[in-house]
């Protein structure tokens, strides 16, 4: 599914002050759509294969003609080998081979909250957050004015609007907390890529090395919010360290970073949101 009203072209702009936050037609950028996000390591030639060894990766023109069914269970057999034979190199290229781990879907919605308190947790998670809203960054704090800024936000967008600023308010509260996304992104992933040799883990709650995966190294999440035809649209984009773990070792044998994505209409609810997967450690 996707939004109702057409995107224009014009795009985000960025609001400096809370003074100043004005509201106009905006777009994402191009950045944020939907397949724009790839690995950075390259390959040269069009098989890769392991010296001494019958054990070889496809490349990534043959795995396009792969059903999605078949891109899984090649990726989850290869990868338990290769980790059973301490071959991260070839796990690495494996994982660089699945064109389906750059655009997974995530179906479920998130869940709204019934009771008072359970809204009041979320706003104190969000003021825990590092977030951008329309340009503006908030750094994660317990006096955070990012509650204030997103409702006022929201009461401007819908004014003449047939749609209520708390519903908008409501549910980009619930989509922009760590605990929303964050545990979709996994449970997700990790039937994907979990197994009996690996076991994916955040890497914050994890004894991981302390020099991976600094908190000042993690983008905050991004928010977006405009109004086009009427209608009141949304692009959300978080970011989660991730680390794919021997059963038997305490650090990352991978490291990950996953990226949920999503772009929503906000008057129909129709909505596309996945999560992408970035390698990050370095290639052998």
């Known amino acids: ?110 869940d709204m909250p019934t009771q008072r308190e359970e809204w009041k947790l979320l706003e104190e998670e969000l003021c825990l957050t590092n977030v951008q809203i329309n340009g503006l960054l908030f750094n994660a704090s317990a006096a955070s004015q990012v509650i204030k800024v997103l409702r006022a936000l929201c009461q401007e967008l819908c004014k003449g609007l047939r749609v209520s600023s708390e519903t908008i308010f409501m549910a980009m509260l619930v989509r922009t907390v760590n605990s929303t996304n964050s545990s979709d992104a996994y449970f997700s992933m990790n039937a994907l890529l979990g197994s009996q040799d690996l076991v994916l883990k955040p890497l914050q709650e994890s004894n991981t090395n302390p020099k991976q995966f600094q908190p000042e190294e993690i983008p905050p999440t991004e928010l977006s919010l405009y109004e086009a035809g009427g209608e009141v649209h949304a692009v959300l984009t978080a970011y989660y360290p991730y680390g794919l773990f021997r059963r038997s070792d305490k650090k990352p044998w991978i490291s990950l970073l996953m990226q949920v994505h999503e772009r929503l209409n906000l008057n129909t609810g129709a909505s596309v949101r996945q999560v992408r997967t970035q390698i990050t450690t370095p290639e052998l």
């Open 1 to 110: 599914n996707t939004p109702s009203a057409p995107l224009p072209n014009t795009p985000i702009q960025s609001h400096p002050t809370m003074a100043s936050l004005t509201i106009s037609p905006m777009s994402p950028s191009p950045s944020l759509m939907a397949g724009s996000m790839s690995t950075s390591v390259s390959r040269s030639g069009a098989t890769i294969k392991q010296s001494n060894s019958n054990l070889s990766v496809s490349s990534k023109k043959s795995q396009q003609h792969l059903t999605m069914e078949e891109q899984i269970e090649r990726l989850k057999n290869n990868l338990s080998r290769f980790a059973r034979v301490s071959n991260k190199r070839m796990a690495l290229r494996t994982l660089q081979d699945c064109v389906y781990l750059r655009n997974i879907p995530l179906e479920r919605t998130p």
